[in-house]
């Protein structure tokens, strides 16, 4: 799918699909973070897997924070560019910055998950706002073959200014966009931002 070898060589954090309709299958946004989590979390229930192993079999979900920065209700906007590792999105905008978990980010949503997720966030964005944030949603979309095979953690970081640089090259045309942009032009969006515009307003409380 366009990735290079060291990407696709990592260990990535899963769980069965089948899991998920065991808890309760839903498509779209979810504000019931801990009935999915506490149960996908525990450590009988997820395993690493090579993330080549796992990107194009929709019999596994890999667990993906996906972080949603805004100031002042608006939000931060990006174009995904030619260099994206996740060859199926680019082109698209979005609002969602985030990766996969990998096997050196273990104890979850403890101080190593917080780790993770901030490597993530400095892997792709210099970041030079403070800010408050926590889990706002889950995402889970059925209706295409990226969201087949992820499931979204939706982390709401709201920032003291609206200060982002890009790092990744794939990061291109940012800024900060109203809501009422972002509503506007929903359809130039990949899936999982359109169901979080979608839902902003309740997100973004």
């Not at 596994?60 to 174009?79: A, E, G, M, N, S």
């Not at 698209?92 to 985030?98: F, K, V």
């Not at 109203?178 to 509503?183: G, Q, T, V, W, Y």
Request: proline share 3%.
């Amino acid at each position: 799918m366009g990735k290079n070898s060291s990407e696709m060589d990592e260990y990535v954090l899963v769980f069965s699909s089948s899991l998920l309709k065991q808890i309760g299958n839903f498509q779209g946004l979810s504000s019931d973070v801990n009935k999915y989590l506490d149960v996908i979390l525990d450590p009988k229930n997820h395993q690493f897997i090579k993330r080549k192993e796992v990107e194009t079999n929709p019999e596994y979900k890999q667990l993906i924070p996906y972080v949603i920065f805004h100031h002042d209700r608006k939000v931060f906007t990006y174009r995904r560019g030619k260099l994206l590792a996740e060859k199926r999105l680019t082109g698209n905008y979005s609002i969602g910055i985030g990766g996969h978990i990998s096997v050196n980010d273990p104890n979850l949503f403890g101080t190593t998950y917080e780790q993770g997720l901030q490597r993530e966030i400095n892997e792709e964005i210099d970041l030079q706002s403070n800010y408050t944030g926590g889990v706002g949603g889950l995402i889970n979309d059925d209706t295409n073959d990226v969201g087949k095979v992820h499931f979204g953690v939706v982390h709401i970081f709201s920032l003291d200014q609206p200060l982002i640089m890009p790092k990744e090259k794939s990061i291109n045309e940012t800024g900060f966009w109203s809501i009422e942009a972002l509503k506007q032009n929903i359809e130039k969006f990949e899936n999982w931002s359109k169901i979080c515009i979608n839902g902003l307003e309740s997100l973004l409380k």
